[in-house]
């Protein structure tokens, strides 16, 4: 088996992957009609990909009705985030996505504290403080602070994000991970078409009238994305992964410099990714 059960390959990997997809959706909502219809778009076809995948992991259900309870109330944390996601990254830069992102490890850790009345540590304060600085950093442009709805939509994302991790903690294990992952596909998919009312057609103009070699590359690293990574917490320990998989803000502000022309602010989002991870790192000493 080799290099397939060593953690480090799939964080690798899904650093890698994690910067592509990151410019990949950007140009896909650059094209975009309709917001939700592009976001069932691109889960549905992500959730094809995971099909292949099952024969290759153990198959396994869990056996506690209790475990479906949790992974459906996530869900509708997941389904949020998906939705939100695509609206805020239609209107900022990918590498300020990127940056933005990285708040959910800080909202976790203040559930934490609020919630599951987790010890306050010093590190973790600190480490948060360096992320939510990061974000005020690359939102500072020319003399003044740029918050608008986009930004807003991010920030509520990653909330929901958290919350979603936060139930949905270790129940992976319990599945066939393909399974697992199409199942948080393709159930905010159908969540999203019927709450919006999305009608089949607009799905199929979004697919017509979008670049499709976007829509299916963004598709696959969505599927891919989310297998290494919680393969790579499977495996690895936390406090190693998390703050090594933050490595992809960094490669995310290079290749959008270089793909997407995003030049504007480098400075600052060079530094805001730095800290990023020192924060990450603090966070899980």
């Given at each position: ?28 909502t ?22 292949f ?36 990254r ?7 996505y990127s ?85 948080i ?76 022309g ?15 991870l020192?924060?990450?790192f603090?966070?899980?000493?």
């Amino acid at each position: 088996m080799g290099i397939f059960c060593d953690w480090k390959f799939y964080v690798i990997i899904y650093i890698l992957l994690s910067a592509l997809f990151n410019q990949s959706y950007k140009k896909t909502t650059n094209n975009m009609k309709n917001p939700g219809a592009l976001t069932i778009l691109i889960q549905l076809i992500a959730a094809s990909f995971c099909i292949f995948l099952i024969p290759f992991f153990e198959l396994k259900f869990p056996k506690d009705y209790k475990t479906y309870i949790f992974l459906l109330l996530a869900i509708i944390f997941y389904t949020l985030n998906n939705r939100l996601s695509t609206t805020s990254r239609s209107g900022v830069d990918a590498s300020i996505y990127s940056v933005i992102k990285q708040l959910a490890n800080v909202f976790m850790i203040f559930f934490g504290i609020l919630i599951f009345k987790e010890k306050f540590m010093l590190n973790k304060f600190l480490g948060s403080f360096l992320i939510i600085s990061s974000n005020v950093l690359v939102l500072y442009k020319k003399g003044k602070f740029v918050f608008n709805k986009y930004v807003l939509f991010g920030v509520i994302a990653n909330v929901c994000m958290a919350i979603g991790m936060m139930i949905d903690v270790n129940y992976s294990l319990e599945f066939n991970l393909p399974i697992y992952v199409l199942a948080i596909l393709i159930i905010p998919s159908i969540i999203i078409f019927l709450i919006e009312r999305i009608k089949i057609k607009d799905i199929i103009n979004e697919y017509k009238k979008n670049n499709r070699f976007n829509i299916f590359i963004t598709s696959f690293l969505w599927c891919f994305m989310f297998i290494l990574k919680i393969k790579a917490y499977q495996l690895g320990n936390i406090t190693l992964v998390a703050p090594l998989t933050s490595l992809s803000v960094m490669l995310t502000v290079l290749f959008s410099y270089l793909f997407l022309g995003e030049k504007d602010n480098l400075k600052n989002k060079i530094i805001a990714g730095i800290m990023i991870l020192i924060g990450i790192f603090l966070i899980n000493i």
